[in-house]
């Protein structure tokens, strides 16, 4: 018995340890492809640096081996947006994409000239506060997100990710009035300011306006969420709203897939987009 229970254990443990190698190899080569499509989605003249990317499905070899793949998700950071004068600094956003099922002809690896068949493709266009606080001019700007009733505000990881179109908190620094405010090198949030100023808490609707992100303060906040109460002359009031509303300039897409709402996303702003099968090269990203 004890040498029938030596050769069991023995044998368990060698099945485990190629189970271990099978998986290593398995995860090794889905890393390379990954690496690879990144390298590829790179050399799109819009990508600065090198996007994460994570190509779904397991095993992996077993799908490589005929180039079809269950799907895959983008992240390119620090993509140059238009629009930003160039004494407010520039404009940085997130490109992102989530891939359907894809194949792609040659599954030994990614080019960038490569054809990525896909059946569908989600799109965004991240943008954080102070890529925000740069199209607005009002640099101390902070995106929040309320949550539902009885549910904490989502403005960071911590909240958890709640998204809306409207009713998001925008809190920043304007001038009183505020076309007093708009020098880049003297603003009012700064501490040498010396005119007079207010910080104040709006509640903003988002909308895609013929594929541009619009922006529409609708009133002041003054809900139950993390906000800032101020007193705002009358007579102001309607300037003030105006200086957290604007339309931006269009903003690009991945794959120039069309944007079709904006909302929140915890403290960020976001176009985002649905496309049905498309076939599409990494460069063109």
Do not use: N
């Not at 003030?240 to 690009?252: E, G, H, I, K």
């Amino acid at each position: 018995m004890p040498r029938i229970r030596k050769v069991l254990v023995i044998g368990v443990v060698v099945a485990l340890a190629a189970v271990g190698v099978a998986v290593g190899v398995d995860v090794g080569a889905a890393v390379r492809a990954e690496y690879q499509l990144s390298r590829a989605l790179a050399e799109s003249p819009r990508v600065t640096f090198d996007p994460e990317v994570t190509i779904a499905g397991f095993p992996f070899s077993s799908r490589k081996s005929d180039g079809r793949f269950a799907g895959a998700t983008i992240a390119a950071r620090g993509v140059e947006l238009p629009g930003c004068e160039p004494v407010r600094g520039v404009c940085r956003g997130e490109l992102g994409a989530s891939l359907g099922p894809f194949d792609v002809a040659d599954g030994s690896g990614f080019a960038a000239s490569d054809v990525l068949h896909t059946s569908s493709i989600s799109a965004y266009t991240r943008l954080d506060a102070v890529t925000l606080a740069r199209y607005l001019r009002i640099v101390d700007l902070t995106v929040s997100t309320p949550g539902p009733d009885g549910r904490a505000g989502a403005g960071g990881p911590q909240d958890g990710i709640v998204t809306r179109e409207s009713g998001v908190v925008f809190t920043g620094t304007v001038a009183l009035p505020p076309h007093d405010g708009l020098d880049p090198a003297d603003p009012p949030s700064a501490s040498a300011y010396d005119g007079p100023k207010v910080r104040v808490s709006v509640s903003v609707d988002l909308s895609v306006v013929d594929g541009a992100l619009d922006i529409r303060a609708t009133g002041f906040y003054t809900g139950p969420e993390r906000h800032v109460d101020a007193d705002v002359p009358s007579e102001l009031r309607t300037a003030v709203l105006d200086r957290f509303s604007m339309t931006l300039p269009r903003l690009p897409m991945a794959w120039d897939v069309e944007a079709q709402r904006a909302e929140s996303f915890g403290g960020d702003v976001q176009l985002v987009g649905d496309s049905g099968p498309r076939s599409v090269r990494p460069d063109r990203f």
